[in-house]
C-alpha cells in the first residue's frame, strides 16, 4: 500500500506527462477493446447453443451450378433424415421478412416470423418465458418473443389472444393464431432473428407434407450430427437417398448435389441468398483484427516512449537508488509496478467510456455492439492488453534503461536515445503502422465510392417501392391512380426488387448448360426502371404484354449457339412440353445491368412480364424530381384510400441499393475513424520523442546558440533525424498495405485503381503531421535562454 501511495503522487506530481500518458493509452485501448471485442463477437455467433459444433445447415442445388445459391433447400432433405444414420436431430423451418399480422382491427407489417417445428426448439435451445413450448405441435398457435409483447400488448397477458396473419412471404390469409406463451428473445450472437414463432400444423400444414415430392427450395433444414459423424459421408448418404426417390424423374433438374454447411461458419462465410440475416464479410472482420492489433501496436508503442520520457526526467532518482545500494530488480519491480497500475486505470477507464457511449457507437457504425460479460474472450482481451503492456514496455524501460549503463551516465542523464537504433526501429515501425492506416482509409473509400458511383444499367434514383401484401384488390386500379398523379412519373410492379434474390431458370430447353436469374414483372416496370431495350419485338396493337425479355448478355449467348431468333424458336418448339410448363415467347432484349451488387459479374438474366396481380408485391413508383415530401404524401393518400387501416410499408431503391455495400461502408467508418485515433496517439508518441531528445541535446542547443545558431537552424537540426526515419518506414509500410488492399480488392468483380496518389498522399500527411508536432517541442527548446541550456549539465 505504500508504494501504490508513492507511485499515485508521483504520477499526480507530473500532471502533463501523466495526462498525456493516460489519454493516448485510453484512446488506444478503447478504440482496440471496441474493435477486438466486436470481432470475437462476429466469430462466436451461434456458439451459444449446445453441441454447436455438430450442427449443419443442409444444401441442395443442380448438379450445373457450381455452388449452392441458396440458403433454402429441397423438402425432400427432412423426409431423408429418417433413413440415414448418424443424425441425432433434423429441423425444417421457414423464415419471412416482410409478412403482415392483423391483432384485432389493427393491421401492420411484421419481420421475422419463423414456421418451425419441436426439433428447432430442441436445436436451438428456444427457452420460453410463460408457456409450454409443446403446444407449437398444435394447428395455428403462436409463441411471441419478449420485444413484441411489450411492443403490441404492454404490460396485458397476451396469453389467449388472437394474431391474423394476413400475409406470409408468398402465402395468404393464413387465418388466426392462438398466442400460447413468450419466448425469451433471440440471443444477438445468431445468425437468424425471430419475432413470432408458429406451428407447422393447421394453415401451413398442406404446404408442409407436399415438400418432400416437390422440387422447391422454400424451407432451410438443419441436421444434428452423432459425435464424430462425417458430414461428408452424410452428404453421399443423402445423395444416395436422392437418387433413388421418385422426386428425382419429376419436373426440373434431374441431378442435385447435397452439401452440410457447418453452423459457426454461417455468419462469416455464408454468402448464399435468402440468408435469414445480414451476413458480415469475412474479409472485412479479418481487417477488423488487424485494424485493432495495429491500433494496440501505436498505442503500446506511444506507451513506452512516453514511459522512457518519463524515466529520462526520473534518470537521477534512479542513479541515486542505485549508488544508494538499490538492486536492478527492485527498479525493475518499481517501473512495472508503475506500468501495471497505469494500464489497469486506463482498462477501466476505456471499459466505462465504451460502455457511456455504446448507443452512439451503434449508430455510428450501424452495428449491434455489447460487451458480454460472462464470455471469457471478454476477460482474455482486458488480459491480453495488460500483458501486452507489460511484455512492451518492461524491456525498454527497466531492462534497457537500466541496465545497460552506468550508475554515473544515468545520474547525469547522458543516456542516449536520439541516436540508438533500437529507438529509431521503435518509432519507424510505429509511423509505418499509422501510415498503413491511412493508405487503407484512403484505398477503402476510393472503392466504395467507386462501387456507389458505378452505373448500374437503371436509374434508381427518385424510386420508391411500396410493399403490398393485400392482392384481393386489384393492384391495377392504385397503380392507375398513381400514374394519374403529377408528383409520379410511372409505375411499374414485380415479384422482387434489385438485390433480393431472384428466381432461376433452367436455360436447358434453350440449347444452352446452366441457369438463368429471372423475375416476375410488367412492362410498365421496364419502363419505371429505365431499363432500355435493344431489341423490341412487342407488336404495338398489344393491349397486354406477355412474354420474356432477356438480357444482352444471355441474347449473345443465344445467338452464338443458334445464329437467330428464327432458328432458336424453332429449336424451342421441338422441344417437349411438360405438365404446366408454358412456351416461352421472346419480346425483347435489354441492355446489361447489375441485378445485385458490384460485388458479381453480370451474368444470365430474363424478365417474365405479365399483368397479374401477384407480381405487385413490389411496385416501384417513380417520382418526378423536385418535392419528394409531395410525391410521398400522394402514395400516403392514395393508400390510404385503396388499403384503409395498413400499414403502409416501403423503402428507397437507392437506399436498399447502398446497403449491400453495408460492409465495406462499415470497414470505410471503421478505418477513417481508427485511423483519426492513430494519428492522435501517433501525435503523442511524436512529442515525447521529441521532448526525450530535446531534453537530451539541450547543452548542444545552448551551445550552438552561443556561437550564432539561429532558431529556424536548431529546428532543422531537430526534425531532420525524425524526416529521415518517416522516410525510411515509408517503403515496408507501402509494400504491406500493397499487398493487402490487393487481396482485399479480388472481392470485387469490378476494382478501383490502386492510384500511386494514395501512398504518396499518405506519406504526406504523416510527414506533415511529424513536422508540425517536432517543430513545436523544437522551437520550444530552440527559444529558450542560452544561459538556462548552459547550467543544464
Not at 102 to 113: A, L, N
Not at 239 to 266: C, H, M, N, T, W
Not at 517 to 535: C, G, P, Q, W
Not at 671 to 688: R, T
Request: proline fraction near 3%; include cysteine.
Amino acid at each position: 500500500m505504500p508504494q501504490l501511495k508513492i507511485i499515485v503522487r508521483r504520477l499526480v506530481r507530473d500532471r502533463l506527462l501523466t495526462l498525456f500518458t493516460f489519454c493516448g493509452l485510453v484512446a488506444g485501448i478503447s478504440a482496440f477493446l471496441l474493435l477486438f471485442i466486436h470481432v470475437m463477437n462476429e466469430r462466436r455467433f451461434d456458439r451459444h447453443f449446445p453441441n454447436y459444433e455438430n450442427i449443419y445447415r443442409v444444401l441442395s442445388a443442380p448438379a450445373h451450378i457450381d455452388e449452392a445459391l441458396w440458403a433454402r433447400s429441397l423438402g425432400i432433405i427432412h423426409r431423408a433424415a429418417e433413413n440415414i444414420p448418424g443424425i441425432e436431430l433434423a429441423t425444417q423451418f421457414t423464415h419471412c421478412d416482410g409478412g403482415r399480422i392483423r391483432i384485432g382491427e389493427r393491421t401492420m407489417e411484421q419481420d421475422h416470423i419463423m414456421s418451425v417445428d419441436e426439433a428447432f426448439i430442441q436445436m436451438f435451445g428456444v427457452e420460453s418465458k410463460q408457456g409450454n413450448l409443446r403446444d407449437l405441435e398444435k394447428p395455428n398457435t403462436v409463441f411471441i418473443s419478449e420485444d413484441f409483447a411489450k411492443k403490441y400488448f404492454g404490460d396485458q397477458d397476451p396469453v389467449g389472444q388472437q394474431i391474423h396473419i394476413d400475409a406470409l412471404q408468398y402465402v395468404r390469409d393464413l387465418g388466426p393464431y392462438e398466442i400460447r406463451g413468450i419466448v425469451r428473445n433471440t440471443n444477438r450472437r445468431t445468425h437468424f432473428r425471430y419475432e413470432l414463432l408458429i406451428s407447422q400444423k393447421g394453415g401451413l400444414q398442406e404446404r408442409y407434407e407436399i415438400l418432400p415430392d416437390r422440387k422447391i427450395a422454400w424451407t432451410y433444414n438443419y441436421y444434428r450430427l452423432s459425435q464424430g459423424m462425417d458430414p461428408a459421408l452424410v452428404a453421399g448418404q443423402l445423395k444416395a437417398f436422392y437418387d433413388k426417390s421418385s422426386l428425382k424423374p419429376v419436373r426440373g433438374p434431374q441431378e442435385y448435389v447435397f452439401r452440410l454447411f457447418p453452423l459457426e461458419d454461417i455468419h462469416l462465410k455464408s454468402d448464399f441468398r435468402f440468408e435469414l440475416r445480414e451476413r458480415t464479410s469475412r474479409l472485412s472482420i479479418s481487417l477488423f483484427m488487424l485494424i485493432s492489433i495495429v491500433i494496440l501496436l501505436v498505442t503500446l508503442l506511444n506507451f513506452t516512449n512516453l514511459s522512457l520520457a518519463k524515466i529520462m526526467k526520473r534518470s537521477g532518482e534512479f542513479g541515486l537508488k542505485k549508488t544508494l545500494g538499490a538492486g536492478n530488480r527492485r527498479l525493475v519491480r518499481q517501473v512495472l509496478g508503475e506500468v501495471l497500475l497505469v494500464c489497469s486505470i486506463a482498462i477501466l477507464i476505456s471499459v466505462a467510456l465504451i460502455e457511456l457511449f455504446r448507443p452512439m457507437l451503434n449508430r455510428i457504425f450501424a452495428i449491434e455492439f455489447d460487451i458480454y460479460y460472462h464470455d471469457p474472450m471478454v476477460l482474455i482481451s482486458l488480459l491480453l492488453v495488460l500483458l501486452s503492456g507489460l511484455a512492451l514496455s518492461a524491456p525498454f524501460v527497466a531492462g534497457f534503461l537500466l541496465s545497460g549503463n552506468s550508475n554515473k551516465e544515468i545520474r547525469s542523464g547522458k543516456v542516449n536515445y536520439s541516436g540508438n537504433v533500437i529507438m529509431r526501429i521503435l518509432l519507424m515501425l510505429q509511423v509505418a503502422v499509422v501510415m498503413m492506416l491511412i493508405s487503407g482509409t484512403l484505398l477503402v473509400n476510393k472503392q466504395v465510392q467507386f462501387m456507389l458511383d458505378k452505373p448500374l444499367g437503371f436509374n434508381e434514383e427518385q424510386v420508391v417501392v411500396l410493399h403490398i401484401n393485400d392482392l384481393s384488390k386489384d393492384p391495377m386500379v392504385f397503380i392507375r391512380k398513381l400514374e394519374a398523379q403529377n408528383t409520379v412519373t410511372s409505375a411499374g410492379m414485380t415479384l422482387q426488387h434489385f438485390g433480393y434474390p431472384a428466381q432461376a431458370i433452367s436455360l436447358e430447353n434453350l440449347g444452352l448448360e446452366g441457369t438463368a436469374e429471372f423475375v416476375f414483372a410488367n412492362y410498365s416496370y421496364l419502363k419505371t426502371m429505365d431499363i432500355r431495350l435493344l431489341h423490341n419485338w412487342i407488336p404495338p396493337e398489344a393491349d397486354t404484354v406477355r412474354g420474356m425479355v432477356v438480357n444482352e448478355h444471355l441474347y449473345k449467348r443465344l445467338m452464338e449457339r443458334h445464329g437467330s431468333m428464327e432458328a432458336l424458336q424453332t429449336f424451342r418448339s421441338e422441344q417437349p412440353l411438360e405438365e404446366g410448363q408454358q412456351a416461352i415467347n421472346f419480346v425483347g432484349v435489354t441492355e446489361d445491368f447489375n441485378y445485385s451488387s458490384a460485388h458479381e459479374t453480370i451474368g444470365d438474366f430474363a424478365f417474365w412480364l405479365d399483368e397479374s396481380a401477384n407480381r405487385a408485391r413490389f411496385t416501384h413508383v417513380r417520382l418526378k424530381p423536385g418535392n419528394l415530401r409531395a410525391g410521398m404524401e400522394t402514395i400516403r393518400n392514395l393508400w390510404e384510400e385503396q388499403y384503409p387501416g395498413q400499414e403502409l410499408s416501403y423503402f428507397f431503391l437507392d437506399e436498399k441499393i447502398a446497403e449491400q455495400y453495408a460492409s465495406e461502408i462499415l470497414l470505410r467508418k471503421v478505418l477513417l475513424a481508427f485511423s483519426i485515433a492513430g494519428i492522435i496517439i501517433c501525435l503523442l508518441g511524436m512529442s515525447a520523442m521529441a521532448l526525450l531528445i530535446s531534453r537530451q541535446r539541450t547543452r548542444e542547443i545552448g551551445i550552438r546558440k552561443v556561437n550564432g545558431a539561429s532558431i529556424s537552424l536548431i529546428m532543422v537540426l531537430l526534425n531532420r533525424d525524425f524526416i529521415k526515419w518517416i522516410l525510411l518506414a515509408f517503403v515496408p509500410a507501402i509494400s504491406l498495405i500493397y499487398y493487402t488492399m490487393n487481396r482485399w480488392l479480388e472481392n470485387f468483380a469490378y476494382q478501383t485503381a490502386l492510384s500511386w496518389w494514395i501512398f504518396l498522399l499518405a506519406g504526406m500527411i504523416v510527414l506533415l503531421i511529424t513536422v508540425f508536432t517536432v517543430s513545436l517541442q523544437s522551437y520550444r527548446s530552440a527559444s529558450r535562454n542560452p544561459v538556462e541550456a548552459l547550467r543544464h549539465d
